[in-house]
């Protein structure tokens, strides 16, 4: 298995516009995370969904910030309009989901807003 | 009482020492505690982890104790190598739901 692959690795823009992210997670594995991680805050646990249904979305900063999972292969965190407070390190993670296992992390997305 | 306290947050040990983590927990409802490790530029990946119900868990060089009563767990890596220099995580969950994080300590073994 390639373990969870999110895109881009790294990406640049301007503050205002749009930023998607993306996250395909381990295939069979029930639930997916998002995370933001800085030197300030360290790791912050944005939203979580469980068989694609969101479960808790109570870290994402504001109403600025989505996620969705479509489907069980596919999720998407997407800032619009972005800010350079939203300048971070953002993890895509995934867990088989059953009792006490660990999750799985991609490589990161470092997203600069300038 | 989700949070996870972890110390210190920094750390420097000589090669062939003794390193150190302490984390602390208020939620009683935790059962698994896994142990992540994080090298420059990579995601967080699981090193160890801990079930309440045993009071020490070993791995090679790296030893979780855990000390239930008092709501608290370490992790020791002995003889610490400079390819041990990375950030730990000391982190908490209850079962089928999210993980939560300490801080993290920066682990530096110097030669």
């Given at each position: 298995d390639a373990g969870v692959i999110q895109s881009p690795r790294h990406e640049v823009t301007e503050m205002g516009q749009e930023v998607t992210l993306r996250c395909k997670p381990i295939s069979g594995h029930n639930s997916l995370f998002w995370y933001r991680q800085t030197m300030?805050?360290?790791?912050?646990?944005?939203?979580?969904?469980?068989?694609?249904?969101?479960?808790?979305?109570?870290?994402?900063?504001?109403?600025?910030?989505?996620?969705?999972?479509p489907n069980a292969s596919f999720s998407t965190l997407k800032i619009q309009p972005s800010e350079p407070r939203d300048s971070a390190v953002y993890f895509c993670a995934s867990s088989p989901g059953t009792e006490n296992t660990e999750a799985f992390f991609g490589q990161g997305t470092r997203l600069t807003v300038v | 009482q989700q949070q996870v306290k972890q110390s210190p947050q920094s750390l420097i040990v000589?090669?062939?020492?003794?390193?150190?983590?302490?984390?602390?927990?208020?939620?009683?409802?935790?059962d698994y505690f896994p142990w992540y490790q994080q090298f420059p530029g990579k995601g967080p990946a699981l090193l160890i982890a801990i079930r309440p119900d045993v009071s020490e868990k070993k791995e090679?060089?790296?030893?979780?104790?855990?000390?239930?009563?008092?709501?608290?767990?370490?992790?020791?890596?002995?003889?610490?190598?400079?390819?041990?220099?990375?950030?730990?995580?000391?982190?908490?969950?209850?079962?089928y739901d999210k993980v939560i994080f300490g801080p993290g300590t920066s682990l530096s073994v110097i030669p």
């Open positions: 300030m805050r360290g790791l912050e646990l944005l939203i979580y969904f469980n068989n694609n249904v969101p479960i808790d979305d109570s870290g994402m900063p504001e109403d600025r910030f989505s996620a969705k999972m | 000589q090669k062939g020492g003794i390193s150190i983590i302490n984390c602390a927990y208020e939620n009683t409802a935790f090679g060089r790296f030893t979780i104790s855990f000390n239930k009563s008092a709501k608290q767990f370490s992790l020791h890596i002995m003889d610490s190598q400079p390819g041990d220099s990375a950030t730990y995580f000391c982190a908490a969950k209850t079962s």
